[in-house]
């Protein structure tokens, strides 16, 4: 069973276009994360969500707009996408918000490559 | 502003030679310093999680030490299957739910 699930995979999209990427969690957890890995793979947070509600926004442009339909999903939809926005998405969960308890160990799903052209 | 800085970049090992990834970090009230691993193509999988200077926890040929400002991750006879990125997180200051990863320490083993 996989306990994070994004989809698609791959993504590829021409410059302008608005897409979505869709995040499931089967593991019961509070949490979910979106996180942005770069060409030089550094991981970035970019938005937390406790029990669908915004804990964090990291300075994200507003063209990323995150939705959280319940505690099982966290979408994150792109609008006018643009070069700078190639990248791997990663989304996680966890079952407590990061810091507040010991169980705040991070299950990250595959990733989705997002290649704008 | 919370920092991670991992070293070294990249570190080529041969089977069984023992070596440490170091990761320094700063933040004001630490709430967990964290290792992953991450696998080509594939999201960061957890290995430990670490809350206060001269805490250890192992881990099959790893062990990860703490610091008040550092953490190491110790590889003893390391196996090819070892290779992969290790990132190193810290959480901490007045936000709660943020992770700062390091820019991570490719590692690689030779048979």
């Known amino acids: 069973d996989t306990a994070v699930s994004q989809t698609p995979k791959y993504l590829v999209t021409q410059m302008g276009n608005d897409k979505s990427i869709k995040c499931e969690q089967n593991?019961?957890?509070?949490?979910m994360y979106w996180y942005k890995q770069d060409s030089k793979k550094f991981l970035k947070i970019m938005f937390s969500y406790n029990n669908k509600e915004l804990i964090i926004n990291e300075t994200v442009p507003n063209r990323f707009s995150p939705k959280s339909p319940d505690k099982a999903h966290l979408n994150l939809h792109i609008n006018s996408l643009e070069l700078g926005d190639s990248a791997v998405y990663f989304c996680a969960s966890s079952q407590d918000t990061l810091g507040t308890s010991g169980n705040n160990e991070q299950f990250f799903g595959p990733g989705t490559r997002l290649t704008v052209l | 502003e919370d920092q991670v800085t991992q070293s070294p970049e990249a570190l080529r090992l041969q089977e069984g030679e023992s070596s440490s990834l170091n990761c320094s970090y700063t933040?004001?009230?630490?709430?967990?310093l964290f290792w992953y691993r991450q696998d080509p193509g594939k999201g960061p999988e957890f290995l430990f999680t670490?809350?206060?200077a001269g805490e250890e926890k192992e881990k099959e040929r790893l062990k990860a030490t703490l610091t008040k400002k550092e953490s190491f991750l110790h590889i003893t006879a390391p196996k090819p299957e070892d290779s992969a990125t290790y990132l190193c997180?810290?959480?901490?200051?007045?936000?709660?739910?943020?992770?700062?990863f390091g820019q991570g320490t490719i590692l690689t083993v030779h048979p």
């Open positions: 670490l809350y206060s």
């Open positions: 997180g810290n959480a901490g200051g007045t936000s709660y739910g943020k992770l700062t």
């Open positions: 933040v004001s009230g630490l709430r967990g």
């Open positions: 593991l019961g957890h509070d949490t």
